[in-house]
């Protein structure tokens, strides 16, 4: 059982370029959540789905975009990468009232 | 808007010392509380939760406490090990499961 996997695991980008952050899991969990984690900072949520074809800001969604077209897949895309979206990506799962499972992350750096 | 504060970090303690790490929050109603643990490296993983008030609780010998009347949950273990060298987070509840965190706090254990 996989869990929730995240791809790639570290990215350097250029400032204006584009990618996307791929999130997978495999527990048919309805939630799906995009953190980041700044350093010395707490996780801070960015954008998160409830189901297929459903998804809603967080606290930091500029420069952000989501979509869930399945129930297993929500990527993150940057479209424009600044310096200021140097971080660390964690995607996060979950059911109603369970716990969140977390992937191992994605470091980006933009230069 | 919902929030938690955590005491700062690094904790250094020895091994078999006893460990308390600190989580106050602020939030509408009682919502359910976490400490999740992030090794180097890895994803975050959840410890323990609890979901309403006097709850405890429990996991690989940790311990946390709901304490509506101190809007507290603070992380006790009695002995810690090398091995429990990690990130430490708290974290509420605030809908959708999604998380609200504190900012962390780094455990460094000597032998």
């Known amino acids: 059982n996989a869990g929730v996997t995240q791809t790639p695991k570290f990215r350097i980008l250029k400032i204006g370029q584009s990618m996307t952050l791929q999130c997978t899991q495999d527990m048919n969990h309805n939630y799906m959540y995009w953190y980041r984690q700044d350093p010395g900072m707490g996780l801070k949520l960015i954008y998160y789905s409830v189901g297929a074809g459903i998804t809603d800001k967080g606290e930091v969604p500029n420069g952000y975009n989501v979509s869930r077209s399945t129930t297993e897949d929500f990527p993150l895309r940057l479209e424009l990468a600044a310096p200021s979206q140097t971080s660390v990506y964690f995607c996060a799962s979950s059911y109603q009232n369970t716990e969140a499972f977390f992937g191992q992350g994605t470091r980006l750096t933009v230069v | 808007g919902d929030s938690v504060t955590q005491m700062e970090g690094p904790v250094t303690l020895s091994e078999e010392a006893f460990l308390t790490i600190n989580c106050t929050y602020t939030?509408?109603?009682?919502?359910?509380l976490f400490w999740y643990v992030q090794y180097p490296g890895e994803g975050l993983q959840l410890l323990l939760k609890?979901?309403?008030?006097?709850d405890k609780g429990s996991n690989k010998g940790f311990e946390a406490t709901y304490r509506k009347e101190t809007t507290s949950f603070h992380l006790e273990k009695g002995s810690v090990q090398v091995s429990d060298s990690a990130v430490y987070f708290c974290?509420?509840?605030?809908?959708?499961?999604?998380?609200?965190f504190g900012t962390g706090t780094r455990l460094l254990v000597s032998p």
């Open positions: 974290a509420l509840e605030s809908g959708f499961q999604k998380l609200v």
């Open positions: 609890a979901t309403k008030a006097d």
């Open positions: 939030a509408t109603g009682y919502p359910s």
